[in-house]
Every structure is written in structure tokens, then in C-alpha cells.
């Protein structure tokens, strides 16, 4: 099971999991899909942030940004490691 391997893997994994998953995120747009345990990890940096820092002013740029790559057909970055205009 693919949780199961990324909880032991990566540290503080199952913490993403605080928080019911929406229709966007902030992993989502910053790296986007995630195949392997790097780029799970990087993801899950951005699920942390995300969690601690959780605002209406970062929920409405999110959804912003996603309506944005939607009507630019670019769901996910090309580069995982590219900032968001969110920093």
C-alpha cells in the first residue's frame, strides 16, 4: 500500500492527513503530481505549510491560482522546485 510505504519513509507523513483534502491545494500547484518518495516529500512540505499556516487569504489565492492553471491548461508547475507567487 502506497500510504503505508510514504508513512515510513517520510517523517511527519501522516500529518498531511489533518486536514480534509479540497479540490486544490497548495502541494497541488507548487509541484504537482507526485510519483516517488522526493517529490511526496517536497509535497508534503507544502501540505505542512499549508496546515500551519492556513488563512482565508491563502484559500482564496489558491483558488485563484487554480482557476488560473485551468484556463491555462497548466494544472502543475514545470519545474517541482518553482515558487508560487503565495511566498
Known amino acids: 500500500h502506497l500510504v ?3 508513512a515510513e519513509a517520510i517523517p511527519r507523513y501522516q500529518e498531511r492527513h489533518a486536514m ?13 503530481y507526485a510519483d516517488d518518495v522526493p517529490t511526496t516529500r ?10 500551519e ?4 487569504g491563502m484559500d482564496l489565492k ?10 491555462a491548461f497548466n ?9 508560487s507567487s503565495l511566498e
Open 62 to 71: 489558491l483558488i485563484f491560482q487554480t482557476i488560473s492553471a485551468v484556463f
Open 42 to 51: 517536497r509535497k508534503l512540505a507544502h501540505d505542512l505549510d499549508y496546515i
Open 20 to 32: 480534509t483534502p479540497g479540490l486544490t491545494g497548495l502541494a497541488q500547484l507548487r509541484v504537482g
Open 53 to 56: 499556516n492556513a488563512s482565508i
Open 4 to 6: 503505508a510505504h510514504y
Open 75 to 83: 494544472g502543475s508547475p514545470s519545474d517541482p522546485t518553482a515558487n
